[in-house]
């Protein structure tokens, strides 16, 4: 599968954003689908995952309550509703797909966990 995310762009703090994923083929369905973020300088973050069927999803905890991912299988696209924007959410935001993972693994957060990555969208926060 190929993931191409896209919707990211300037905003002042506390203002919204919501990020989409877009993945080519026919079985979208079939991935567990995750976001990932990276700010310059720091490591991979994971921010949150969500089921093959969009019934479960997992939030890191400085994104809970925040964020929320979402998808529409029939549109073969994920989401990422993103509130109350802080600057720290400055990063390169990814999205990812996974054949297979446990709820484990979601939990952990790791990117190995993932098979196929998109290219990243650009959020900036500004103060």
């Known amino acids: 599968v190929q993931l191409q995310a896209s919707g990211g762009g300037l905003v002042q703090v506390g203002g919204s954003l919501r990020l989409s994923c877009a993945a080519s083929?026919?079985?979208?369905?079939?991935?567990?689908m995750g976001w990932f973020r990276q700010a310059p300088g720091k490591e991979r973050e994971f921010v949150g995952g969500?089921?093959?069927?969009?019934?479960?999803?997992y939030y890191a905890d400085s994104m809970k309550g925040r964020f929320t991912i979402s998808r529409d299988n029939a549109e073969n696209t994920m989401y990422l509703q993103m509130n109350s924007l802080k600057p720290e959410d400055t990063a390169v935001y990814y999205c990812?797909?996974?054949?297979?993972?446990?709820?484990?693994?979601?939990?952990?957060?790791?990117?190995?966990?993932?098979?196929?990555w998109g290219q990243g969208t650009q959020v900036t926060v500004s103060s």
């Open positions: 969500i089921s093959r069927s969009g019934g479960r999803t």
């Open positions: 990812a797909a996974a054949r297979a993972i446990l709820y484990g693994q979601v939990v952990a957060g790791y990117g190995s966990s993932y098979d196929y």
């Open positions: 083929g026919r079985t979208f369905s079939s991935y567990d």
